[in-house]
C-alpha cells in the first residue's frame, strides 16, 4: 500500500526550514527518502530502519516513529539546490520491495 | 561504477505495436527493480529481481508486461500490444542486497520515456 505524504507541495524562501511527512496504515521495518530534480533519477537521500533512529546528512534529516509508522524529514536552512519532488518509500521487511510514495514538490526562491 | 544504464532514453511508437526496454544494473548490484512514473507521481512499483529470480510482479501489471534478467545482469521489459495508458517514464533501479543487510540504498538510471501514438 502506498504511503501517504504531506504536504502535496511547499513554497520556501532560502534560509527557511520545512518539514516532509511520510506515513502509512501498515507496520513498517524501513522509510527510504529520495529526491529527484526535473528531467533527472531519483537520487538517495537515506533510509532509517526500524528502532526509531534519526539520520542526518549536512542539513537535512530524518526521523522514523516505528508505532506510528510515521517517518518526517527536515530541511533546515534551505538552499536553492534543495529544490525538486521529495519521494519517500517504505517497505515491510528488510526484504520486501519498496513502495513510494507520491511525492512532496519543494520549490526555494531566493 | 558506471552507473546503471537503460535504453533508449525515448521511445515512440504506434498503439498495438510492441516494445522492449533494456536495463543494465551496476556490475555487482544483485538486485534490479522497474519503475513506471507519469508527471507529478512517484515512481510505481512494477516487478523486482534478486539475481536472476523475479521476486515479485505487480498486481496491477497487466498481462502485457512482462521482465527478463536471464543471467542475473542485464534485464529487459517488454510491453506487447502498447496502449495509450502506457506512455510514461519506465525507470530501472538496481542495489546491493546482502544476507545481513537488506533494504539497500537503490541507484535510477535516467529512464526511457515512451510515448504512444
Known amino acids: 500500500q502506498q504511503p501517504v505524504q504531506s504536504p502535496q507541495a511547499v513554497i520556501l524562501r532560502e534560509g527557511e526550514d520545512a518539514v516532509i511527512n511520510c506515513s502509512s496504515s501498515k507496520a513498517l521495518y524501513s522509510v527510504h527518502w529520495y529526491r529527484q530534480k526535473h528531467g533527472e533519477a531519483p537520487v538517495f537521500l537515506m533510509i532509517?530502519?526500524?528502532?526509531?533512529e534519526q539520520k542526518g546528512h549536512d542539513k537535512i534529516s530524518a526521523s522514523f516513529n516505528e508505532k506510528k509508522q510515521q517517518s518526517s524529514l527536515y530541511l533546515t536552512a534551505s538552499q536553492l539546490s534543495y529544490s525538486g519532488t521529495y519521494f519517500c518509500g517504505t517497505a515491510k521487511t528488510s526484504y520486501d520491495k519498496v513502495i513510494f510514495g507520491p511525492g512532496t514538490s519543494l520549490s526555494v526562491i531566493p | 561504477d558506471t552507473g546503471v544504464s537503460q535504453d533508449p532514453r525515448h521511445k515512440i511508437t504506434k498503439r498495438g505495436q510492441n516494445v522492449t526496454f533494456r536495463c543494465d544494473p551496476i556490475?555487482?548490484?544483485?538486485?534490479l527493480y522497474w519503475y513506471r512514473q507519469t508527471l507529478g507521481q512517484g515512481p510505481e512499483f512494477l516487478t523486482y529481481f534478486q539475481n536472476e529470480a523475479q521476486l515479485e510482479k505487480s498486481r496491477l501489471l497487466s498481462d502485457r508486461f512482462s521482465a527478463e534478467r536471464p543471467k542475473g545482469s542485464f534485464s529487459t521489459l517488454e510491453i506487447q500490444r502498447t496502449e495509450q495508458g502506457d506512455s510514461a517514464m519506465y525507470l530501472c533501479?538496481?542495489?546491493?542486497?546482502?544476507?545481513?543487510?537488506?533494504?539497500?540504498?537503490?541507484?535510477f538510471g535516467d529512464g526511457t520515456r515512451l510515448s504512444i501514438l
Open positions: 532509517l530502519l526500524k528502532g526509531g
Open positions: 556490475s555487482e548490484h544483485n538486485r
Open positions: 533501479a538496481s542495489s546491493l542486497e546482502t544476507a545481513t543487510h537488506g533494504n539497500q540504498p537503490q541507484h
